[in-house]
């Protein structure tokens, strides 16, 4: 069973950086497939970002770019690196793992197994 647990969500103004931590099971990270996703109010929850265990990384075209993605293994801590954010950027974001290593797969809600409970992002004009 993973355990996921996101933090560091904010309100800034348009232009502005967060990032966004997202506290894992042990090992999770050598097993498991991770990813960012995110939903707006009326929105589709999209997928942003992704990483497998060999460290291959993936972008939507939407933040490409601005968002960045990476693992540290020694504190079993996904993090997602959002900069020059814009208003459309506002969403819940949640990280979640996957078991496939698929890249075809890796920004699909569907694919994904394990969820943690969302973090707010809130970008004002």
């Known amino acids: 069973q993973v355990v996921l647990v996101e933090s560091g969500g904010g309100s800034v103004q348009a232009g502005g950086s967060l990032r966004l931590s997202c506290v894992a099971s042990?090992?999770?990270?050598?097993?498991?497939?991770m990813a960012w996703f995110r939903q707006g109010p009326g929105k589709e929850r999209e997928g942003v970002a992704y990483?497998?265990?060999?460290?291959?990384?993936g972008y939507s075209d939407s933040v490409k770019g601005r968002f960045t993605i990476a693992v540290n293994n020694a504190e079993n801590t996904l993090y997602l690196e959002i900069n020059s954010l814009k208003p459309e950027d506002s969403a819940l974001y949640y990280c979640a793992a996957t078991r496939t290593w698929d890249r075809f797969w890796l920004l699909s809600p569907p694919h994904f197994s394990a969820w943690g409970q969302g973090t707010q992002v809130t970008v004002s004009s």
């Open positions: 990483i497998r265990p060999d460290d291959v990384a």
């Open positions: 042990p090992d999770t990270f050598t097993t498991y497939s």
